[in-house]
């Protein structure tokens, strides 16, 4: 490959490269790297925050789907001993090393998938710091009302919080939304919580967001209406609520109501 050619961005594999430097250093400050700090970076692209992440970090494992751009990475980072490039597909790829921070410009097809894969995950990342569409990010630190299921997932398992908004001229190619950087600080795994019966609880109460949560739980659950009724009262819920509206302790509190007579 000539070096002094970079690839053409991919539309199929949802390729926006982030141009500003600035906006690059940016996203590696809300990381909070030390020298003795592992870095997974998902499809680093022509390199560019995958250089200012390797300045700070003891170790960058960047993984790269697109094989042309695995080349371009290969030789312009030869010289570099801090960083391993991995060609592959983040969604059948596991890391075994821990601990670890997730820093990544991602597509925006695969954010919802990205979020639910690390946060699941029995190694999860320390903090992750993603490039996510605005409206996309802003929905995940919405307040009760407003709030959808991967919102909930997300503050099930840290604390996240909006970056800076990034204008979608700062890209190349220029997609057609603006983006925006999300932190998620302090991920842990909430004790005594059986996740899977939690998670089950939050995709039939989500099912249909226009429906009362009480026929969602209902139609998913098969638990007794007059139960139910009960329950969403004792979270302090009336009973036309509907999912968005419950705040993450009200979840908490559904979910020791149900978790008790589903045992």
């Known amino acids: ?30 990381a909070d790297i030390e020298k003795t700090d592992t870095i997974l970076e998902i ?21 790269e789907k697109d094989g042309e751009l695995v080349g371009l990475l290969k030789d312009k980072f030869s010289n570099t001993k801090n960083l391993e490039v991995i060609e592959g597909d983040i969604r059948n790829f596991t890391l075994k090393e821990k601990p670890y921070k997730l ?13 639910r894969k690390f946060l699941e995950s029995e190694n999860k990342p320390q903090k992750i710091v993603l490039l996510l569409q605005k409206e996309v ?5 919405e307040d009760p009302g407003k709030m959808s299921l991967v919102s909930v997932m997300v503050n099930f398992y840290g604390k996240p919080r909006l970056g800076r908004i990034i204008q ?32 089950r609880i939050l995709k039939v109460s989500f099912a249909q967001k226009r429906k009362k949560l009480i026929n969602n ?12 009724l009960k329950m ?18 009200n979840w908490h509190d559904l979910y020791k109501k149900i978790s008790e007579i589903t045992r």
Do not use: H, W
Not at 43 to 63: F, M
Not at 217 to 228: A, H, R, T, V
């Open 168 to 199: 979608k001229e700062n890209f190349e190619p220029v997609p057609k939304v603006d983006s925006r950087v999300i932190v998620v600080s302090d991920i842990k795994t909430p004790d005594n919580i059986n996740e899977k019966l939690f998670f």
């Open 137 to 141: 990010a802003e929905r995940i630190c």
């Open 103 to 115: 820093v990544a410009n991602i597509p925006y097809y695969l954010s919802n998938f990205i979020l």
């Open 232 to 249: 969403i009262k004792s979270i302090g819920q009336k009973e036309t609520a509907r999912a968005q509206e419950l705040s993450l302790k």
């Open 217 to 228: 739980l209902y139609n998913g659950l098969k638990i007794d209406k007059s139960e139910l």
């Open 43 to 63: 499809g680093p692209g022509r390199g560019s925050l995958t250089e200012l992440l390797i300045r700070e970090a003891g170790r960058v494992i960047a993984i």
């Open 1 to 30: 490959m000539d070096k002094n050619i970079d690839p053409k961005p991919k539309k199929a594999l949802g390729q926006n490269f982030l141009l500003n430097e600035e906006i690059l250093q940016d996203i590696v400050n809300e």
